[in-house]
């Protein structure tokens, strides 16, 4: 076997999956290298791992003939011993590193450990990703988007303009949503991890055993560290009735398939006034209670005045001091 070492290179210029084939190809071509693998051309990466003497010049200078421009990020011998928080072990199913959670902070743990030189698992019992992609930015963002386009084709700032808004399509809406989710976790996931050899996706709910241990799905590991990124869940208020009644949360208001005709949101921080002004702009009555003095109590005290005042010519309800 061959003195190896891992070179990462920060790439520039590549805008498509055809792109980063290309630059796979040139860095390829290289006398020495002996694997490469660019983790989606969204990543701006590309990872080498080549003969110890491989000159990194060689490598900018192949990328540049390509059309690319590759700086040297990173190196490292396959084999190094590193620092001491790890213990080397045994090959295979050893893990230097378990990381419980498998979104954006798992993620970036378990990716920071396999620079490192170790043997990393990363365990998710959900979706990859987490949050942001899944639940949070991407698609709560998507939609406030979509319904932003309707109700600004509804009601033009100009006057003698007149625009309409048409029909709105809410499981289409909703469907383009979904598309554009998996679409990212893919790209921004599951792709990326094609690139780190050494991180090990494991599917399943993990269970600390003592001693270090870990179990997942019937197999057992011992690894020399561990990291809980298990993120959280939406909670739901003591409201008497609430449970009985049935409520949305952030996550399953998102995805409803069809408008419901009225909507309380319970909240006007962030979350609360991006869902109540994405559905009212959809369609739907909207009804925003907060149980302090103002919206968005944590901004600005003319903020939350103004905010109120452009929600309420929306046509939403706002009822703040709310008390149950």
Known sequence: MMDEKKLVFDVGGMTCAS?????????????????????G?????????????????DLTAAAAQAGYQAALRSTGDRTHTAVPFFRKGDPGDHYHLVVIGGGS???????????????????????????CVNTGCIPSKTLIRATGHY??????????????????????????????VAEMRQSKYTDVLRGYPTITYLHGRARLTGGNGVEVE?????????????????????????AEA?????????????LPPSLIVLGASAVGLELAQTFARAGTRVTLLELLPRIAPFEEEAISTALQDYLEAEGLRVVTGFQT
Not at 151 to 168: E, N, Y
Request: glycine share 14%; net charge negative; with cysteine.
């Open 151 to 180: 109700h600004g084709a509804g009601h033009s700032p100009f006057r003698g303009v007149q625009t309409s808004a048409g029909a709105l399509d809410w499981r289409q809406v909703v469907a383009q949503k979904d598309e554009l």
């Open 41 to 57: 051309w969204e990543s701006g990466q590309a990872i080498v791992r080549a003969k110890s003497g491989i000159d990194p010049a």
């Open 105 to 131: 902070a798992g993620f970036a743990a378990a990716i920071k450990g396999a620079e490192l030189g170790y043997n990393v698992a990363l365990i998710e019992s959900g979706t990859i990703g987490g949050t």
């Open 218 to 242: 019937g197999q057992r590991f011992t690894p020399n560290r561990i990291i809980l990124a298990t993120g959280a869940s939406p909670w739901s208020p003591p409201i008497p009735g609430l």
């Open 19 to 39: 792109c980063a084939h290309h630059v796979e190809q040139a860095l390829m071509q290289v006398d020495g290298v002996g694997e490469v693998s660019v983790p």
């Open 246 to 258: 049935g409520y949305l949360t952030s996550t399953t208001a998102m995805e409803l398939g069809e």
